[in-house]
Nanobody
Framework: QVQLVETGGGLVQAGDSLRLSCAAS????????MGWFRQAPGKEREFVAV????????YYADSVKGRFTISRDNAKNTVYLQMNSLKPEDTAVYYC???????????????????WGQGTQVTVSS
């Protein structure tokens, strides 16, 4: 059974940093794309970042580009999201997700992801 568990969320001040982790289990995910989405109160879930399994190419939402970095450790079946220069508008529940296929024209679409974690809360105070 596939399971994704996110950790690392918390309450921080604007300008601080946080590192989220997502540990995957149930199979080997080295060939899967692994990504992060977030959902703020009253808003739809949105794409944050994704890293491909092969080659490790990365893609980011414009809102986090230059501040967030996604990385992975295939030996640990884990994906990370380093978040720097956090802003109050980054406040959301952050979800880890993985997908078997990857296409550059739909990597940001939720329905293309096969497995999801339960989420971890990130709150940024001003």
């Amino acid at each position: 059974q596939v399971q994704l568990v996110e950790t690392g969320g918390g309450l921080v001040q604007a300008g601080d940093s946080l590192r989220l982790s997502c540990a995957a289990s149930g199979r080997t995910f080295s060939s899967y794309a692994m990504g992060w989405f977030r959902q703020a109160p009253g808003k739809e879930r949105e794409f944050v970042a994704v890293i491909r399994g092969s080659g490790g190419s990365t893609y980011y939402a414009d809102s986090v580009k230059g501040r967030f970095t996604i990385s992975r450790d295939n030996a640990k079946n884990t994906v990370y999201l380093q978040m720097n220069s956090l802003k109050p508008e980054d406040t959301a529940v952050y979800y880890c997700a993985v997908r078997r296929s990857f296409y550059t024209d739909n990597y940001y679409k939720m329905r293309q992801y096969d497995y999801w974690g339960q989420g971890t809360q990130v709150t940024v105070s001003s």
